[in-house]
């Protein structure tokens, strides 16, 4: 079995700026710089036989390259239930429109449709028990971080393995967008 979703890939730029803001933050377990990544569909654990449907489907995508910019900090959950803080992007109708192409690929390679409403974000740090209140002011103090924008030029499949010291993300196959 292999667990796997549906990602950008960050340009090393923008990991590094990400990096800079990733400190500071009690409780905070940051994700480790070589795997920030914005997901648009996790697709969960499948048989390794599976894999050339979805690579198929994926393949068939079509789309033209196109800019984001990530620039506003928040959180999942409350109070101590926070367990994510995260970076999401500026409004992108073309990132909108990708992630529904992505989604229906998936769903024509036999994956139930993903029921939750994308939010188009980098996962910076996961909590166990989150400070709230230190959560809170981490996005306030960060509500002026501009990061640059920054080329969407591909999709990438990654498989995930989590392992004690942490999730391993390679990346199996690479889709490119065309030029616009
Ligand atoms: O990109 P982020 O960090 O938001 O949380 C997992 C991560 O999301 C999410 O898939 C991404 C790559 O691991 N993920 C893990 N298990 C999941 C599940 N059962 C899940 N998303 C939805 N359902």
Sequence with gaps: ?????????????????????????PRARWVPPENLHLTLRFIGELDRGDIPDIDDALSRISADAFEIRLDTIGFFGRGRAIRAL?????????????QASVESA?????????A????PHVT??????AQSDLVERFVADHSMSKLDPFPVQALTLYSSFLSHAGAIYTPEAEYPLGSP
């Design 1 to 25: 079995m292999v667990r796997l979703f549906v990602a950008l890939a960050l340009p090393d730029t923008i990991r590094d700026q990400l990096t800079g803001i990733c400190a500071g933050l």
């Design 106 to 114: 998936m769903v024509r390679a036999g994956c139930a449709p993903e």
């Design 86 to 98: 995260w970076i999401k992007t500026a409004r992108s109708p073309e990132l909108a429109v990708l």
């Design 116 to 119: 939750r409403k994308f939010v």
């Design 124 to 129: 910076l740090a996961r909590f166990r028990r």
